[in-house]
C-alpha cells in the first residue's frame, strides 16, 4: 500500500500538521506535532526532528498503517526546509520528497496548484506568486524588526503609538488609549509600559492587539479604522510588490488573502482591494480553498504523477479532517 500513499506537512512556529493520504485523494489520518522552526538556535534540530516524527507518526497512526515508506511526500516549512530531507529519510522511506518553504504551500493550498499570489498576514507578513511557467517572487518576510509591514505584530505596535499619542495630545482620540492597557490587564498606559520594557510582554501577545484594533474599529473608532486601512494598503503593496516582479502587473493574477489579519474583514478587505486593483486592474482577489498543508497534499500527489481534477478535490474536501480546515491563526 505504501506505493499508494502520500504524505503531506505543514511546519509552523507552533506546531506541525501531518496527513496521509492515497493517490486519489482520501485522506486516512492526521497528526500533529510541536514547532519546527528555527532549527538554527540550541536544541532546533531536535526539535524540529521531534516535531516532524510526532506528527508522521500521528497520521500514519490515525490511519491505522505503518509508519514505513510513502509513494511521494512534500513539506512546507516556516524555516529549515534544507535539513527536512536528512531527518525525515532517517525514520521514513519516501520515493520522492520535496521541502519548500511554507509560502509555496499556502498558495497551492490556496489556488488548488494553480498560479497566483498569496498574501499571508499573521503575526508576521508576507507576498509569494508563482506563475504557469514556474517563475516565482516573493515580497516581505523579512521579520518584525526588518519589515512585515500590515502584519499582526506591525498593528500592534501601531496601536500601541496611537494610544500613547493620545494620551500625550500628539495624536488623535482614539478608544485604543484605555483598550489596549486593558488588554494586557493593566490599570493604564504607564503600567503597561513598566510591563513591556519589562520583557514581561511577548511578540505574540503584542500581534494580539491587532484583535482590539479590528473590535476598536468595528464600534466606529476612527484611529482604529485608518490603522486596519493602511494595514490592507501596505499588505496590497506586498502583491503589487510580487506581481511587478513577475512581470504581472498588467495581464494580472488571482491574489489570495490569507491570515488572521483579513478576519478584520471589509474594513481591511476594502483598501486592500482598492490598492490592488489601483495597480494592477486585472488583478481579482479571491478567497483561499484550503489551508496550507492541503497545498502541501495537492503539490506531493502532483509529485507522485497524479492530475489534480474536481474528483480530487472533492475526495480532499469530503475527508479533510478538523485540523486541516484552516490555519488563520497567527502563523
Known sequence: MADELVLAVDGGQSRTLALIATLDGRILGAGLGGPANHVHEPGGMARMTRALQEAIGGAFQQAGLVADRVSSAWFGMTGGAEVVPGIVREFLACDRL???????????????????????AGTGAVAYGQTADGRRAKSGGWGYLMGDEGSAYDLGIQALRAATQ????????????????????????????????????SRPQIAALARVVSQAAADGDGVARSLLAEAGQALARAAVAVLARLEMLESGMAVYPTGGVFQAGPLLLEPFAAALHQASPRSSVRQAAFAPVVGALLLALQQAGVSINGTTIEAIRASLPAAARSKSDSE
Open 98 to 120: 520535496h521541502a519548500d518553504d511554507d509560502t509555496v504551500t499556502a498558495l497551492a493550498g490556496a489556488s488548488l496548484a494553480q498560479p497566483g499570489v498569496v498574501v499571508i
Open 166 to 201: 493620545a494620551a500625550d495630545g500628539r495624536g488623535a482620540p482614539t478608544i485604543l488609549m484605555n483598550a489596549v492597557p486593558a488588554h494586557f490587564g493593566a490599570a493604564n498606559l504607564p503600567t503597561l509600559r513598566a510591563l513591556i520594557y519589562s520583557g514581561a510582554v
